[in-house]
Nanobody
């Protein structure tokens, strides 16, 4: 089992950057594929970015490609989401999630077993 805690959210102006972090407990962090999802008010939770256990494969949702970067540090039990050129439509609660390892990134929320509590990102125009 793994516990996840997100941090780094906040209020920023459009065009600026934020860096989200997700700290994981447990000594088997390197055995999990990780993902970032987001949920805006009145909308379903949607996939943002994912990275496999080794860091050797990543995948991004179309709206964030070229602006967001996911990375992980297995020695520090940490996964991060660097968000650049933020837009008002990026406003949402961002969640970190973990699932069993594999070589492909799963993009559906139901495929993840463990979730953090979320961190709010608000982008003003």
């Amino acid at each position: 089992q793994v516990q996840l805690v997100e941090s780094g959210g906040g209020l920023v102006q459009a065009g600026n950057s934020l860096r989200l972090s997700c700290a994981a407990s447990g000594r088997t962090f390197s055995s999990y594929n990780m993902g970032w999802f987001r949920q805006a008010p009145g909308k379903e939770r949607e996939f943002v970015a994912g990275i496999i256990w080794s860091g050797g494969n990543t995948h991004y949702a179309e709206p964030v490609k070229g602006r967001f970067t996911i990375s992980r540090d297995n020695a520090k039990n940490m996964v991060t989401l660097q968000m650049n050129s933020l837009k008002p439509e990026d406003t949402a609660v961002y969640y970190c999630a973990a699932r069993s390892p594999g070589y492909m990134v799963v993009t559906v929320a139901g495929g993840y077993n463990y979730w953090g509590q979320g961190t709010q990102v608000t982008v003003s125009s």
